[in-house]
């Protein structure tokens, strides 16, 4: 396969080979990326990419579905066991299409959503202003207590009686901290609303048995695919018996035509992985770094929003540090630690220059790191962050980011040849 890139594209065949090296050589601080497993990957590059499979196992409108059908099932039924859920639709091309899909099988347009709001760490497909989900919903944001990082559910409760939405959102991507989807269930509940709760970040967590699980809770459970769980790029919904239907139409024909199907049976792969020992013990350390990694950064004066972390996800409030999050986030891009800048909670600043630096732990610790790596790079951003403008240090920190990922190779995906 790659000799074949190789002869026929030499230059996208070189891109592909810096890109694995700047993977391989730099420290994915970025919490909603990973690295999938081999297995995964030669799933996601297979003969299933060149083949139409409109409609579900058993009702498609192309024939020669022997082996997609087979593919689609085993995917849906490994889901619903991990998930505990009724149904699952594997085919949602990410996670926006899969939110829009779960809103539009469950509200018409014009009706009113209630989503977490962008700056206080919800998602754009919640209904933020810059996204379609607002235009074609009357859109209403709750947010977080910006004292203590919390959701105040009276309040939240309060909103919900006077806007009366169809659907409250619950769940978020920047948020370090369990949710309690219960309560957001019950608050829905009461006044007469769906519950659609977003994992994307937290569902390798969730079927870890490390973070409560809002399927009993919600009338439809949205995640991505590619984050915390470890699949390839996609979406997924999963829900209730008496929801089956109308998801599945809302995805198709409502919403996509052909499913991705290489992608479905590299996701089949992950949910296969994640149902392991394996998996539990990957999910457990990424907590554990996460916490040792705040820890440390509080042990250099960095400021913590709620001051810690429960999940894979860290925010820091750069405000005592006199540094935007863009400036630091290049910095340490610059040294090879990548992560992404991010507003704070209660910060007025705009989302394009925030306060805020964003890190987690998925992909470090599916490299093999531990606490003492945590230890070690907590000192490297503070290293950066003292200084900021001395590119000397800058690159000297750089060097060390490339030992240490020496010592922890990425899952290799394919042999990536020297150039001769
Ligand atoms: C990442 C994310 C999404 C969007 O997933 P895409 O695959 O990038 O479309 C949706 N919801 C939440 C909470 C997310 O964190």
Redesign the pocket.
């Known amino acids: 396969m790659i000799t074949a890139l190789e002869q026929y594209d030499p230059q996208i065949y070189e891109l592909l080979r810096q890109e694995a090296t700047r993977q391989s050589g730099s420290i994915r601080l970025i919490p909603?990326e990973n690295y999938v497993s081999k297995a995964v990957m030669a799933a996601t590059g297979s003969c299933l990419t060149n083949k139409y499979a409109e409609g579900y196992p058993g009702k498609r409108y192309y024939e020669g579905q022997q082996v997609t059908d087979l593919v689609e099932s085993l995917a849906r039924d490994r889901a619903k066991k991990i998930f505990k859920a009724d149904h699952a639709n594997v085919q949602p091309?990410?996670?926006?299409?899969?939110?829009l899909a779960a809103y539009s099988a469950l509200a018409s347009p014009g009706e009113t959503i209630m989503g977490l709001s962008l700056p206080h760490g919800?998602?754009?497909?919640?209904g933020w202003t810059v996204s379609y989900t607002s235009k074609i919903y009357n859109s209403v944001s709750y947010e977080v207590d910006t004292e203590t990082g919390q959701f105040d559910f009276n309040k939240i409760l309060e909103l919900a009686k006077k806007h009366k939405p169809k659907i409250i959102i619950s769940?978020?991507?920047?948020y370090p901290r369990k949710i309690d989807f219960k309560k957001f269930g019950e608050i829905a509940k009461s006044v007469g609303a769906y519950h659609v709760s977003?994992?994307?970040?937290i569902s390798g967590l969730v079927v870890a048995g490390l973070h409560q699980n809002p399927m009993p809770y919600a009338d439809i459970v949205?995640?991505?695919t590619?984050?915390t769980l470890r699949g390839p790029?996609?979406?997924m919904l999963l829900c209730k018996e008496e929801c089956a239907a109308s998801v599945d139409k809302a995805v198709f024909p409502g919403l996509q035509g052909g499913p991705h199907m290489h992608t479905i049976s590299a996701l089949a792969v992950a949910l296969k992985e994640a149902d392991t020992p394996e998996f539990i013990a990957y999910a457990k350390q990424v907590i554990k770094n996460a916490k040792t990694l705040a820890e440390s950064l509080m042990g250099y004066g960095f400021k913590l929003f709620t001051g810690g972390t429960d999940n894979h996800l860290i925010l820091i409030d750069l405000r005592n540090k006199n540094i935007s999050g863009k400036k630091l986030a290049k910095a340490l891009d610059r040294a090879g630690i990548v992560g992404n800048y991010n507003t704070i909670p209660g910060d007025p600043a705009k989302p394009f220059n925030p306060n805020g630096y964003r890190i987690g732990t998925p992909a470090v610790t599916t490299r093999g790191m531990k606490q003492e790596q945590m230890k070690k790079i907590a000192e490297m951003i503070n290293t950066v962050t003292e200084n900021i403008d001395n590119e000397d240090v800058v690159a000297k920190v750089g060097r060390e980011v490339l030992l240490l990922c020496s010592e922890f190779p990425v899952p290799e995906h394919f042999i990536i040849p020297n150039k001769h």
């Open positions: 909603s091309h990410s996670g926006a299409v899969a939110n919800g998602h754009l497909s919640h769940g978020a991507s920047a977003d994992i994307a970040h949205s995640t991505t590619h984050k790029r996609g979406g």
